[in-house]
C-alpha cells in the first residue's frame, strides 16, 4: 500500500513527492542530487537556496505558469554544515526586509564566519537580485586571497547579461570600497574567463600575476637594502679604558 501510495504521488504530484523526501533526509538510499535530479528529469522546477526565499525546509512556490504544477524552493537544511540556530536566525531577521549583502547578513543575523562561508559554498548569495533593491545583483566572488561582494548596477547588468548568468569563471574590472572587514567591488565591467578553467587541470606552472613596478621583490631594488648590509659590532670593555683605571693606595706605615 505504501509503494502504491508513493508511486501515485510521484506520477501526479511530482513537486510535492521531490519536497516531501528532500524534508525527510537523510533516508538512506537515495541522496538528495539524486532525487533533484530525477524531479527535474519530470518536469519539476527546482529552485536553488536563497537567502530570501529558503526557509529549513524544502517548500513549494508558485511558478507564475498555469500548469497544477508548483516549484520546489531548497529549503536551508541543505546547505551543508549549516545549523538550525544560524538557519532560525537567518529566517527570522530577515521579516523586515531581504538583505541585499554578505556583510548585511553578517551584521542583521550575526551569524558566525563559518555559516557564512557555508552558505556562499552553497550558492545562497548568488545572482540575487533582491525586490527592495531597485534592480541591482548581488554576487559572492573568491579567490586566494579571500571573499568580495560584488555589486553590479543594472545598467551594467543589461550591457554584461550573458557574462554574468553564464560564466562559469568571470574577471571584473571596478571600484572597491572596504566597511570595516567587508569589501564591496562595485562592477563596472566583467569578462568570460570561462575558457581560462579548461587548462587548469593540464597547466605545469601556476597562473602568472602581474606584478607593479614597486614590487621589489619581482624586480630587484636599484640600491642596496640596508637590512643585508653588515652590521658594525661594537665591543664594550666592561672596565673602561685601562688608561682611566685608578688604585687606591693604601699607607702600611
Keep these: ?25 537523510p533516508i538512506g538510499f537515495y541522496a538528495p542530487a539524486q532525487i533533484v535530479r530525477d524531479a527535474q528529469q519530470h518536469g519539476v522546477e527546482v529552485r536553488p537556496v536563497c537567502i530570501n526565499e529558503s526557509r529549513w525546509d524544502c517548500t513549494l512556490e508558485p511558478r507564475g505558469v498555469d500548469d497544477g504544477r508548483l516549484a520546489v524552493r531548497l529549503g536551508l537544511r541543505m546547505v551543508k554544515g549549516l545549523g538550525n540556530a544560524e538557519a532560525a536566525r537567518l529566517i527570522s531577521c530577515r521579516s523586515n526586509q531581504p538583505y541585499v549583502s554578505v ?19 552553497a550558492d545562497a548569495f548568488v545572482r540575487q537580485r533582491p525586490g527592495s533593491a531597485k534592480g541591482v ?62 587548462s587548469v587541470g593540464s597547466r605545469d606552472a601556476s597562473f602568472p600575476l602581474p606584478h607593479g613596478r614597486g614590487d621589489a621583490f619581482h624586480h ?34
Design 137 to 198: 545583483m548581488f554576487m559572492t566572488i573568491e579567490d586566494e586571497t579571500g571573499v568580495a561582494n560584488l555589486v553590479i548596477w543594472q545598467g551594467v547588468f543589461e550591457k554584461n547579461r550573458r557574462v554574468v548568468l553564464g560564466a562559469g569563471l568571470i574577471g571584473v574590472r571596478g571600484k572597491v570600497q572596504r566597511e570595516g572587514e567587508a569589501i564591496h567591488i562595485v562592477a563596472q565591467h566583467l569578462t568570460d574567463l570561462s575558457a581560462e578553467l579548461a
Design 103 to 121: 556583510d548585511d547578513v553578517w551584521r542583521r543575523a550575526a551569524i558566525p564566519s563559518a555559516a557564512l562561508v557555508e552558505l556562499a559554498e
Design 1 to 25: 500500500m505504501i509503494a502504491y501510495a508513493s508511486s501515485w504521488m510521484k506520477c501526479w504530484h511530482p513537486d510535492v513527492f521531490c519536497s516531501a523526501l528532500l524534508n525527510a533526509q
Design 220 to 253: 630587484g631594488s636599484p640600491t642596496a637594502d640596508p637590512r643585508d648590509m653588515p652590521k658594525a659590532r661594537n665591543l664594550v670593555d666592561p672596565y673602561g679604558h685601562i688608561d682611566e683605571i685608578r688604585v687606591r693606595t693604601r699607607d702600611f706605615r
